[in-house]
């Protein structure tokens, strides 16, 4: 790329051939030279042959000249500007695939259903090319990671079939609609001599076939046979000659026609199938009709009484060329899921067969109450134990392919607490990681990999992977699941990076809450780090609070509704309410209000519509029984100290009454309230017996 030309971060006002000279661009500079040009260079030859390490050279220097950008208005730029991001075509890494390569149809074929599946984000959309060719129906799955949809015909003509995603990247396939074909041409080499040798076997014979041969499944009965300068020679001065070809299926044949001429001089005949023999004259390839009658035939054999030429067979078909079904194949065969980390898939179905079968299944389950699977091949685990999910072919019911699916369960055990000291993550609970770029307008939600030590996002919100919480000791791990296995994430100093890690190995360090800062923090050799990110980058990184006091914080926020029920077992379990009204409510060291009221700022929209809607009820549900004592609470000792943040706005003390005590208090209730019964019938039998008296 020399000389080059490279615009480089120097001090601010300075150029950095020469610092005391000030630049007009402040914070830039421009140098040029090879010593310069060819590291950065070199960097992305590194790079590209890491991607294919097979590449020559003289393909990179193919790849990066053709990927650079032009450039005007520079006098040395050489090829153009660098870019890896082309040369290295991640733009289409991770494109969504589709079941079938290629749609070949006819304009009398019924819909066909093609799926597609994506691994990094989401399915965005299915287009046409051209509606004059094909549209689609029953489209499903849209914004999912696996999508179906019908294409109709509409007529004849070619068009393309274009599926993108959320991250803009697309899969093509072509779309052929067209009449089918019917008939059916093989063609046979003409040699520069005839030959002498025999064709003895199903390979010599096929390599003097020049077109057509896609039919032919195999080759049979070859006696006699030579490649000859108008096509096959066939016969020899010392007896007949014939071969046999069977055909990869039965087709309707009206007529076969045959291109032949005589050797020299010799009277000959052609027959076909055993049928009558017709006399062969002439030197030129001359076509001999033999008709049939429309009957199904799976070999053509063809016989010859003296030596002759063959050029070509022509078979005619009685009608469309009808679909046959083979096979059914499922992908995958086996399926391991887990009721945990790994409770669904999507399996694919291909139908096999000739003349384009339909590749419509039909799905179903060997026990519904284990898994379902739903009609785009979505299976979803319901208990442990082992099943077969079966694809049936629409147009053959008799063919079918089966995927046996195994289901484990590594649920772990529900938290001994749910909250742990003053952090508002609440243990055992699933949340979603991801922090808000002001700069990009945009969410990035972690997906469960790294790049190097940045963590990668996804702007897909499905695309995010569930994260836990777990107590250990005084702070928490936190972790997500990748195929039944809990990677922790925790934080890295190398003494050149902040690294933000993740590992199977449980970390020697918890994580933190620290109200001062809002933040999840992790401490090494007394200093805190947290991860997020920060500036105009959109992956996940590992900083210093300190030194990045205002970098974008990663936020948490559980993934359903169930959640409420987890959070009013929090808010009951370490909350005691004094229902006489003498004393405030007492919380289970440290825990305290503000801890409750960050606990609910963390909880997905339809948990939090869960809790305000809730009836205060001191025998309900759980979620009733924590809004009473929440209701409680606020209308009885004001929102000045016990802010109403869920929003509830009780207007008066709920009668809470002996819901509020704790065990031992209520034993002590009911032995006061036993000796005080006993005392006062003992008052009154003792007047009765007063009265009696006198």
């Given at each position: 790329m020399a000389p ?5 971060a120097?001090?601010e006002?300075t150029?950095l051939?020469n610092?005391?000279t000030t630049?007009?661009?402040?914070g830039y500079s421009?140098t040029q030279?090879?010593?310069?040009a ?10 590209w042959k890491?991607k294919?390490p ?7 220097e193919?790849?990066?000249?053709d990927?650079?950008v032009?450039?005007s208005?520079?006098?040395y ?6 870019d890896v991001y ?6 289409n890494e991770g494109?969504p ?9 006819t ?5 066909v259903t093609v799926?597609?599946?994506s ?11 051209n509606t ?7 489209v499903t799955g849209l914004?999912?990671?696996s999508?179906?949809?019908k294409v109709?015909?509409?007529g004849?003509?070619?068009a ?7 991250l803009?990247?697309t899969?093509s396939i072509?779309?052929i ?5 019917l008939?059916h041409t ?9 030959g002498?040798?025999?064709l003895v076997?199903?390979?010599d014979f096929l390599?003097e076939?020049?077109?057509g041969?896609?039919?032919i ?5 070859v006696?006699r046979?030579?490649a000859?300068?108008?096509?096959l ?8 000659g014939q071969f046999t ?13 045959l291109?032949?001429?005589q ?6 005949t052609?027959a076909?199938?055993?049928?009558t023999a017709q006399?062969?004259s ?6 001999y009709t033999?008709?049939?009658d ?10 010859a ?7 070509g067979?022509t078979l005619?078909f009685?009608a469309?060329?009808?679909?046959t079904v083979?096979?059914?194949t499922v ?15 999507t399996?694919?179905a291909v139908v096999?067969?000739?003349?384009n079968?339909?590749q419509?299944?039909?799905w179903?389950?060997s026990?519904a109450t ?13 208990k442990?134990?082992?099943i077969?999910?079966?694809a049936?072919?629409?147009q053959?019911t008799?063919?079918?392919g ?8 590594t649920t772990?055990p529900?938290p ?6 003053d952090s508002?993550?609440?243990?055992g609970?699933?949340y979603?990681?991801?922090?808000y770029n002001?700069?990009k307008a945009?969410?990035?939600?972690f997906?469960?990999?790294m790049?190097?030590y940045?963590g990668?996002?996804s ?6 992977v569930?994260v836990f ?7 928490q ?14 934080v890295?100093?190398t003494g ?5 890690k993740f590992?199977?190995a449980?970390p020697?360090?918890?994580w933190t809450?620290?109200?001062t800062r809002?933040?999840?923090?992790y401490e090494i050799?007394?200093?805190?780090y947290?991860?997020?990110t920060?500036g105009?980058y959109?992956?996940?990184?590992a900083?210093?609070?300190?030194q ?8 948490f926020v559980t993934t ?5 029920t987890?959070?009013?077992?929090a808010f ?15 919380f289970?060291?440290p ?6 009221k960050?606990?609910?700022?963390s ?11 809730a009836t205060?009820n001191?025998?309900g549900?759980e979620?009733e029984k924590?809004?009473?004592r ?7 000792y004001?929102t000045?100290t016990y802010?109403?943040f869920i929003g509830r ?7 809470f009454?002996i819901f509020a005590?704790?065990k031992n208090q ?7 309230t036993?000796v005080a019964?006993i005392?006062f019938?003992?008052y ?5 017996k007063q009265?009696k008296?006198?």
């Amino acid at each position: 790329m020399a000389p080059g030309y490279v615009w480089a971060a120097g001090l601010e006002g300075t150029q950095l051939d020469n610092p005391s000279t000030t630049y007009p661009d402040p914070g830039y500079s421009a140098t040029q030279g090879t010593s310069f040009a060819s590291q950065i260079v070199a960097g992305a030859a590194a790079l590209w042959k890491e991607k294919h390490p097979a590449g020559t050279p003289d393909q990179f220097e193919t790849a990066l000249y053709d990927s650079v950008v032009p450039l005007s208005g520079f006098q040395y730029y050489g090829r153009g500007r660098l870019d890896v991001y082309e040369l290295l075509d991640i733009a289409n890494e991770g494109a969504p695939t589709l079941s079938v390569e290629e749609l070949n149809l006819t304009p009398t074929s019924s819909p066909v259903t093609v799926t597609a599946t994506s691994t990094t984000s989401t399915i965005k959309s299915w287009t046409t090319s051209n509606t004059g060719v094909f549209t689609f129906s029953n489209v499903t799955g849209l914004d999912t990671a696996s999508s179906s949809a019908k294409v109709n015909v509409v007529g004849e003509g070619n068009a393309t079939l274009t599926l993108t995603d959320h991250l803009n990247r697309t899969t093509s396939i072509p779309v052929i609609v067209a009449t089918p074909q019917l008939n059916h041409t093989i063609t046979f080499k003409q040699n520069a001599s005839d030959g002498s040798t025999a064709l003895v076997n199903q390979d010599d014979f096929l390599a003097e076939v020049t077109s057509g041969a896609n039919i032919i499944s195999s080759v049979t009965n070859v006696s006699r046979v030579y490649a000859g300068k108008q096509g096959l020679k066939l016969s020899s001065a010392s007896g007949n000659g014939q071969f046999t070809l069977n055909l990869d299926q039965s087709y309707t044949i009206t007529k076969v026609v045959l291109s032949a001429a005589q050797y020299g001089t010799e009277a000959s005949t052609l027959a076909v199938n055993g049928g009558t023999a017709q006399s062969i004259s002439g030197n030129t390839l001359t076509d001999y009709t033999f008709n049939f009658d429309g009957t199904a035939i799976s070999s053509i054999t063809i016989n010859a009484n003296k030596r002759n030429y063959l050029g070509g067979i022509t078979l005619h078909f009685g009608a469309t060329l009808t679909p046959t079904v083979t096979s059914v194949t499922v992908t995958p065969s086996t399926l391991a899921l887990d009721l945990y980390s790994n409770p669904s898939s999507t399996l694919s179905a291909v139908v096999n067969g000739t003349n384009n079968p339909s590749q419509e299944v039909t799905w179903s389950s060997s026990d519904a109450t284990t898994a379902t699977v739903n009609s785009s091949g979505l299976v979803t685990a319901l208990k442990t134990g082992t099943i077969t999910i079966t694809a049936t072919s629409v147009q053959d019911t008799s063919k079918s392919g089966t995927c046996d699916v195994t289901i484990s369960d590594t649920t772990p055990p529900a938290p001994t607490n749910i909250l742990t000291q003053d952090s508002p993550y609440m243990n055992g609970v699933a949340y979603e990681m991801y922090f808000y770029n002001t700069s990009k307008a945009s969410e990035y939600y972690f997906t469960g990999t790294m790049s190097g030590y940045y963590g990668a996002t996804s702007t897909v919100k499905s695309a995010g992977v569930d994260v836990f919480f777990e107590e250990s000791g005084t702070g928490q791990n936190i972790y997500f699941m990748n195929s039944g296995v809990k990677n922790y994430f925790y934080v890295e100093d190398t003494g050149t990076h902040i690294n933000f890690k993740f590992g199977t190995a449980v970390p020697t360090t918890t994580w933190t809450y620290y109200n001062t800062r809002n933040v999840i923090a992790y401490e090494i050799a007394s200093v805190l780090y947290t991860f997020g990110t920060h500036g105009t980058y959109t992956t996940f990184a590992a900083f210093k609070i300190e030194q990045y006091p205002d970098n974008y914080k990663v936020q948490f926020v559980t993934t359903n509704q169930s959640s409420a029920t987890d959070y009013a077992n929090a808010f009951s379990k370490y909350l005691t309410c004094d229902a006489t009204g003498n004393s405030a409510p007492t919380f289970t060291s440290p825990k305290s209000w503000n801890v409750y009221k960050l606990a609910f700022d963390s909880l997905d929209q339809s948990a939090k519509t869960v809790l305000v809607n809730a009836t205060a009820n001191p025998a309900g549900t759980e979620v009733e029984k924590a809004m009473a004592r929440y209701d409680y609470i606020v209308a009885k000792y004001g929102t000045s100290t016990y802010i109403d943040f869920i929003g509830r706005a009780p207007s008066s003390p709920v009668n809470f009454k002996i819901f509020a005590y704790n065990k031992n208090q209520l034993i002590y209730i009911i032995v006061f309230t036993l000796v005080a019964y006993i005392a006062f019938a003992g008052y009154i039998s003792t007047r009765s017996k007063q009265k009696k008296t006198y």
